[in-house]
Structures are given as structure tokens and as C-alpha cells.
């Protein structure tokens, strides 16, 4: 559960709940009630001190509705205090249930400054089933909102039912591992005599993908391209759309003649609309497990979607649905233990956001893609937005479009929303010992107010991940970087050596914006106010930091970074989501006159590539180490400390395999990543980034080979023989590569 956030349990006589505080120094409140909603602060004995019980926890509307149904009254109710600020990292509290009752967890916690570093995080609840056992059934998940249709289908059945223009449709995995066919029939077709319901293959061909997600590529299309059901939300993101529903002709071949089957289900449900029998019914098939091998072969293995999983659909005309909850158990269709399928409409009043699941970690529980604070804002000015580290970011505006923010870029000055990188507070006694045992830069060398670019490896030398840490103070620090992972390695190296250091996420605290190209000192210089004892705009330094208001001592509170992601001047703003909207104004509104424009994550690819810098998941992962990566600058070998990774970093260093270089290639094709690159037959390496340079007027890529490869160079497509462009090494960054831009 988050930080800021609040959780409601039923639980039954017997039930273990265990609350941990990951990262430490999250206070957290537990509230008892019986099950008539009564307040019962001896229901888990006497946990802790008493405390009172805001009357509108963190939650929202759900939270309320859900306690109204329970009878609970909050006003009436308090709370046990379980942990407190000093709780330290990992902290732990278990209770059992003496009765059957209901459990309210409460993380509080507010809005934190962009120079603060106490941001409320999540917590981690556990409940022990006493019933747990083979034959243990969970509860359908709360409702999203009133329900209009609330229906359960138990495996081997099917439902059909109605929902109008606008309204919602939710298709819940109860128990997990358990396929639905879903197939929806506009309603004036229908009428018509004219049955019309989702294509597949029309599908695909409209959205150019195996299935659609939320996006722009978020409909299911009719045979007449008609936009059918818009995908607003999708918690598995792992669905069929190739083969049918199961068939009687399917289990017959089997031997298994007779067994119930979805085709016929459906054909049942169906005859009421006069729609005519099929052997075999095309259909959406969500969590259904379907891959293509190498021989181009579909294969099934048991799903991916987890208890409470779903798909959130919405109706874009009147239409007739179909659910069935899959029988299939002689294989893994269902994970061999086929379960219920919850259905739910809501209403068209309803409004719901467009989001994926993401998790930090394999294990965590799924966070639906984000708005950042400047989404009001940007989401004004563009519809293309790209699900990026769990949250919506701007893609391309269509007024400049992408080349058009390039050259803003490179000639005057850009904004641009990269609010998804994740920020992480390092604080406490022994901080620095804990960044200077992880990082590959001298951490000690770093001061109050600077900056440093650094690595994060594993014990091989392998890349955990890349950024900026920032000193706040003697024992605080932030680090500034693409992953979750980054947190979780620092917060379990500082447990393994019993380091006094909280690593605290701040990600959902910190908007930031960055303002990049050769106008944004003049732009930043008329917002910024800077109190006496802090750098002004045009006095910071490169890779320095100041912390300011926007347009005078009474406005919103940001910290400003002079780094950026584009080989240009420029700065990046930290601020609290709720001013972000403010802060982007006020930078709009003196950008104006300098021609600032939106910017979006096509132009910054561009870039970024020219300026030769990296990127997780391209020019480096966990098998490749900062020298290959082209990154060794960032690795301090000279220093006595040792930190994780060093001694293999050592061993890569002197013995190296691979090294990252620069191309520039004939034609105009963008080879795709991963495209081989050859000598002749052999191939020596792959493309990490390929983009066309406006500057440079042609094709540059990044590429990782061997380091006894020398040339000349050839990018493979299609099968890599079939056609081949003919590349040449250039030195990289392709772009200012004295970096006398980003210096200025």
C-alpha cells in the first residue's frame, strides 16, 4: 500500500495480518472493527498506543464507499499507533484476529518539499489465511465504483449482457490463471439483422499490434472498422487474440468427447439475439497465454494474471457482450484448475483513468500507470502520450512535431515532462558510507551542492542502473535514476552491512520538468528567485544545484539541477505535484518570447543519441559493465575504497570483451535495436540506438561490438544478409563532443 495510503482487510477469526515498513520511518496506524462495523480496538489485543482516527483517511471515494457498506463509521473509530518516524528499515509488527472483523491500515503522511526528504512511503500487509488450504477461495476485489451489473461466472458457463454508449466493462480474474472469452456485438447491427461484432484480424490490422492496450492503440474494431470497445485499463497485459473459444471438435480430439467448451456456451447465450450458431467462435481471449516460438509456432503455457488481475474495457456504441469463464483443465489454459470470472458495468457517468499495471518488482503488487503533475498541462497540448516506468509521458506535440521540438531544442529552448524518473532519499549517519560502497564515483569527493553522474553495479560488474546523486547536507543525499531497482539494492546493501542509512522513494513527491537548449539561462533567469545564500540562475554551475521559488519569495518551492539529457544548456526543475501546473506556466509564460516549445520523448531520443548519451534497456543491462556501456568515465578506480563491483570492473577494464562506438550509415533506414553488425559474414556486434540526425543529416547509431572487430562495418536487416547498409565509425558523441554547449 502506499505511502499517504490506506488499506481495508475483512478478516476472519485466527487471520495473521503483518504490516513491514520497507523503508523505515513511515508511521502507520491500525484500526479495528467488529462485523457489524463497530469500532473493536481489542480485536488484535492492545497493538499499541491509542491514537484518534482522521475521519477521511487517504483513499478516497472507494475507501468511503467500502467502509459505508461495512457500516463503519470513521468519525467514531481509533487507531494503534504500529510504527513511528524512527521506525527503521524492514520493521516488522504481526497480529492475529481474536474474531471476525475488518482491518483499516492507514500510512499518513502529506506533501513533502522539494528540499525535504521525509516523503511517506509504502508499507507492505501480508494476511495469513486461517481457512488457508488447497480448496481456499479469495473474494472478488472491490468494485471500482456502483456497479450496475455485478455477476459471477463460474467456470464452464457464459453470461451475455448489455452495456450502453460510454459505460464500462470489467473483466476480473478472481483467483488468477483463469481465461475469459470476450466478444461484444453492436447493438444496432444487431438490430438491422446485420450481426457485426470484434474482428481479430481487423483488429490487428487497425492497431498493429498482437492485441490492443491502453494507448492510442486501445480499440477492438468490427469487420467494418467500426471502434467497437476502447481498452482503458489492464492489470496482466497478457492476452490472445489468434485462436478461438474452445470447441467440442477441440476437447474431442483431445479424448475428451462431450466436454463443456466455450463456443457452445456461447452459441447458448447467444440464440436470444438470433445470432447464428458457430463451431468454433472467434473471440478476444483475455489472460489466455499464447506465444509465437521461433518456428512461428503458438504455444500456450498458464497465465500470467494474478488473483485480481482485470481488464477495464469501455463501450464506444451500444453494445451485446458475451463473458465465459474458460472450462479447459486437461492443459495449462487455466493453470489446470479452472475458476470464476467476475463481471462488472458501470455506468457511463463513471470516469475512469487509462492505465497499465506496472511493478517495481517481480513480486510487488501492480501500480497503475500514473499522471504526472504537468499531465493537465501537456495532455492540453497533445493526445500521444507513452507508458513509461509506470507513468504517462508526452510522446510528440503535434504543433512542432518531433523533429520540430529537435530543432527548438538546438536553437532556442524546450520543456519537457520527465517526471517518471524515480527519486530516492539516501539520509542518516552513515549515508555516504552506503552510496560510496554502492556507486562507482568517489562519493566523498562530492560537496554540499554539487552533482556527480554515477553507476550502480552488481557484484560482476554488471549494470544495475545509471544517474545523478545529489548532496542535500553532510549525511543526505538524492539519488536521481531510471529504476526501482536502484532503491531496493541500496536499501538491502545497507541491511546486509548493518549501515544506520534510510533510503527512502520519493518519486510520487518530485514532478520534474527539464528546460534545455541555448535560451533556457535566459528563460530560468526571469522565474527563478533564489534566496541570498543560494546560487542565482546564471551564477550555477554545471552539474551544480540550487534550491529557489518560482517568480519571487511567496511561490511554489523547487530545487534546480543544472543537468539534462540532451547535450544542450540546461536545467532541470524539482518541484511537488501539486505545483507543477504553476511551475509550467511560469515557465511557458517567460519562454514565450524566446520561442520555448514542448518537447516530447521522440525529439529527446534524438537528442540524446547525438549527444552519445546512454540508456537503460539499449546501451546497457545487468550483463553489461560501464566500459562497455561507454560509460567508464564514471567509474573511479583511482580511489582506496572499495565499492560493490569493483574488482570485477578491474578485471573487465584490463580484459575487455565488448566496447560501445559510434556509425554513421549509408541510406536513410533506422536499423531497429538488436539489428546485427557485421564484417562480412560474421557478425560483431548490435545496434543499441539508431535515430536519423537533423543535425548531421543522416543515419547515426550506437552499437556495442567486439573489441577485436575493426572494421568496415555493415547493419544487417531483415535476416541480416538480405539487406545490408554500409556503416562507418565516427566518434562519439556525434553531436559538440568537446561539450562546450552543455558548458556554456
Not at 479424448?255 to 478476444?284: F, K, M, T
Request: charged residues 25%; contains cysteine.
Amino acid at each position: 500500500m502506499p505511502g499517504g495510503g490506506a488499506l481495508l482487510l475483512d478478516l476472519g477469526a485466527g487471520d495473521r495480518l503483518e504490516i513491514a515498513d520497507p523503508e523505515g520511518a513511515q508511521p502507520a496506524l491500525l484500526a479495528s472493527f467488529d462485523a457489524a462495523g463497530a469500532s473493536a480496538p481489542g480485536l488484535f489485543g492492545a497493538p499499541g498506543p491509542r491514537a484518534r482516527l482522521d475521519a477521511a483517511p487517504a483513499g478516497g471515494d472507494r475507501l468511503r464507499a467500502a467502509c459505508l457498506r461495512r457500516g463503519i463509521d470513521l468519525t467514531r473509530a481509533d487507531a494503534a499507533a504500529v510504527f513511528g518516524a524512527e521506525s527503521p528499515p524492514g520493521a516488522t509488527a504481526s497480529f492475529t484476529a481474536t474474531e471476525a472483523g475488518v482491518a483499516l491500515i492507514v500510512a499518513p503522511g502529506g506533501a513533502m518539499a522539494p528540499d525535504a526528504q521525509t516523503p511517506p512511503t509504502e508499507l507492505r500487509v501480508v494476511v495469513t489465511r486461517a481457512a488457508a488450504g488447497p480448496s481456499f477461495r479469495r473474494r472478488p476485489t472491490e468494485p471500482l465504483a456502483d456497479a450496475m451489473l455485478d455477476i459471477r461466472i463460474d467456470p464452464g458457463r457464459a453470461i451475455a449482457y448489455e452495456v450502453p454508449k460510454g459505460g464500462w466493462i470489467q473483466i476480473l480474474d478472481v483467483q488468477g490463471r483463469e481465461c475469459s472469452d470476450f466478444q461484444a456485438f453492436s447493438r444496432r447491427a444487431l438490430d438491422r439483422g446485420r450481426p457485426r461484432e470484434i474482428d481479430p484480424t481487423a483488429t490487428r490490422s487497425m492497431t498493429g499490434g498482437l492485441y490492443p492496450a491502453p494507448g492510442l492503440g486501445a480499440k477492438f474494431f468490427s469487420q467494418d472498422l467500426e471502434p467497437l470497445v476502447e481498452v482503458v485499463r489492464d492489470t496482466c497485459g497478457r492476452h490472445d487474440m489468434f485462436g478461438l473459444a474452445c470447441t467440442a471438435r477441440y476437447y474431442a480430439a483431445m479424448g475428451y468427447p462431450g466436454h463443456v467448451n466455450c463456443s457452445d456456451n456461447l452459441n447458448l447465450q447467444a440464440a436470444p439475439w438470433s445470432i447464428p450458431e458457430r463451431e468454433g467462435w472467434p473471440a478476444v481471449n483475455f489472460f489466455y497465454n499464447t506465444a509465437l516460438d521461433e518456428a512461428l509456432q503458438i504455444g500456450l503455457d498458464e497465465p500470467w494474471s494474478r488473483p485480481g488481475d482485470y481488464v477495464l474495457l469501455r463501450a464506444m456504441t451500444d453494445l451485446v457482450c458475451f463473458s465465459t469463464a474458460c472450462p479447459s483443465d486437461i492443459d495449462a489454459t487455466n493453470g489446470f484448475d479452472p475458476t470464476e470470472i467476475q463481471v462488472r458495468v458501470h455506468g457511463p457517468q463513471e470516469r475512469f483513468s487509462r492505465a497499465t499495471a506496472w511493478r517495481k518488482t517481480p513480486d510487488a503488487e501492480p501500480e497503475m500507470t500514473k499522471e504526472t503533475g504537468f499531465h493537465p498541462r501537456t495532455s492540453a497540448l497533445t493526445e500521444s502520450f507513452a507508458a513509461y516506468n509506470g507513468f504517462w509521458l508526452p510522446s510528440v506535440f503535434p504543433g512542432e512535431g518531433a523533429v520540430g521540438e529537435y530543432w527548438a531544442c538546438r536553437e532556442r529552448a524546450a520543456l519537457i515532462d520527465l517526471s517518471a524518473l524515480r527519486k530516492v532519499e539516501v539520509i542518516g549517519p552513515d549515508a555516504e558510507n552506503l552510496l560510496q560502497l554502492c556507486l562507482t564515483r568517489d562519493v566523498r569527493r562530492l560537496s554540499v551542492g554539487q552533482v556527480s553522474y554515477s553507476a550502480l553495479c552488481f557484484e560482476h560488474g554488471g549494470m544495475i542502473d545509471d544517474g545523478t546523486l545529489a548532496r542535500l547536507g553532510p549525511d543526505n543525499f538524492r539519488w536521481i535514476c531510471g529504476a526501482d531497482d536502484s532503491a531496493l539494492h541500496l536499501r538491502e546493501t545497507a541491511g546486509a552491512h548493518g549501515l544506520d542509512a534510510w533510503v527512502k522513494t520519493s518519486t510520487d513527491q518530485l514532478c520534474n520538468v527539464a528546460l534545455q537548449g541555448p535560451l533556457s539561462r535566459d528563460i530560468l533567469k526571469a522565474v527563478l528567485w533564489t534566496p541570498p545564500d543560494r546560487p542565482a540562475a546564471d551564477s550555477l554551475g554545471w552539474f551544480r544545484f540550487t534550491v529557489g521559488r518560482i517568480a519571487g519569495w511567496e511561490g511554489p518551492a523547487v530545487v534546480v539541477s543544472r543537468t539534462g539529457y540532451t547535450g544542450e544548456l540546461g536545467y532541470e526543475l524539482f518541484c511537488h505535484p501539486r505545483d507543477a501546473e504553476a511551475v509550467w506556466d511560469a515557465l511557458r509564460e517567460a519562454g514565450a518570447p524566446h520561442g520555448l516549445a514542448a518537447m516530447g520523448l521522440e525529439a529527446l531520443d534524438m537528442l540524446r543519441i547525438e549527444a552519445g548519451l546512454v540508456a537503460a534497456g539499449a546501451e546497457f543491462c545487468s550483463r553489461t559493465d560501464p566500459f562497455e556501456a561507454g560509460i567508464g568515465f564514471a567509474v573511479s578506480l583511482k580511489t582506496p575504497d572499495d565499492f560493490i563491483g569493483r574488482a570485477a570492473l578491474e578485471a573487465r577494464k584490463a580484459h575487455p570483451q565488448r566496447r560501445l562506438i559510434g556509425l554513421r550509415l549509408g541510406g536513410g533506414r533506422i536499423p531497429g535495436r538488436g539489428d546485427g553488425v557485421f564484417t562480412g559474414r560474421a557478425q560483431v556486434g548490435e545496434i543499441t540506438s539508431a535515430t536519423r540526425s537533423p543535425s548531421l543529416g543522416g543515419v547515426i547509431a550506437l552499437a556495442r561490438v567486439d573489441v577485436a572487430a575493426a572494421g568496415p562495418f555493415e547493419v544487417g536487416r531483415l535476416d541480416g544478409f538480405m539487406e545490408r547498409a554500409p556503416a562507418e565509425t565516427a566518434p562519439f558523441p556525434f553531436y559538440d563532443p568537446e561539450k562546450t554547449r552543455v558548458r556554456a
